[in-house]
């Protein structure tokens, strides 16, 4: 079964410092993998996915094969990225896991000022 | 463009009954996505739908069930309601059923099983 682990359930960090929110997952095939970020009161979206290789907001995200990681990091917190952030991954092909996506648990990022 | 809307926004039911769940996609997107995230449990896939079919079925039991409709819009029906079904009730809606699309996520239906 796919697996997606994200260890620390809360991180708080200060305004300016770097913030790194671990997410490991499954090996099994090829994986897509994403981050969703829900802010206050907001409905969850999307933030970034692997196969972009693009930076929003200041994050980036690489993908790590070797250690099946997904790290999410900013060189520089600032206070609006204080949001639960989820990182997914899903399968591309068929079987059972085609089209669904499997959420970790989720990570409360503070940034205190 | 608007985007996902479900509702009821809160639904309060008690044990035994029946939930009914509606969604409507962002226009233009045929797939349609329900997930369950509950207290303690987080996100959990709970069915695909795309072009009116039921692609794939999370690990729930069959009083989970919904449909598609022909304008791709999406009803979850939740049948003999139990105490540990209160959560929160995200569907999100795609272009396609593939994972290059992104799933666009709506406000999500509290349901309180009391």
């Known amino acids: 079964a796919q697996r997606v682990t994200q260890p620390e359930k809360l991180l708080s960090v200060f305004k300016g410092a770097p913030v790194e929110l671990k997410c490991n997952y499954s090996?099994?095939?090829?994986?897509?993998l994403f981050w969703y970020v829900q802010y206050s009161r907001q409905r969850l979206q999307l933030l970034l996915r692997h196969i972009s290789r693009e930076s929003i907001k200041g994050f980036t995200a690489d993908l790590n094969k070797g250690e099946t990681s997904f790290h999410l990091k900013k060189p520089f917190a600032q206070e609006e990225d204080s949001a639960m952030y989820y990182c997914a991954r899903g399968k591309v092909g068929g079987g059972t896991s085609y089209g669904k996506l499997t959420f970790g648990q989720g990570t409360i990022l503070t940034v205190h000022p | 463009e608007a985007g996902v809307t479900q509702s009821p926004t809160h639904l309060i039911k008690t044990r035994g009954q029946q939930a009914t769940l509606r969604c409507s996609p962002i226009?233009?997107?045929?797939?349609v996505y329900w997930y369950q995230q509950a207290l303690g449990l987080g996100l959990q896939f709970l069915l695909w739908?795309?072009?009116?079919?039921?692609?794939n079925r999370g690990n729930f039991p069959p009083r989970f069930s919904g449909r598609q409709f022909p304008n791709y819009s999406s009803e979850l029906n939740v049948n003999a309601l139990e105490l540990e079904d209160s959560a929160l009730y995200l569907c999100?809606?795609?272009?396609?059923?593939?994972?290059?699309?992104?799933?666009?996520f709506g406000p999500g239906t509290r349901l309180l099983v009391l």
């Open positions: 090996y099994s095939g090829s994986p897509e």
């Open positions: 226009s233009g997107h045929t797939s």
């Open positions: 739908y795309d072009e009116g079919e039921e692609r």
């Open positions: 999100a809606s795609s272009p396609t059923g593939t994972l290059q699309e992104t799933q666009y």
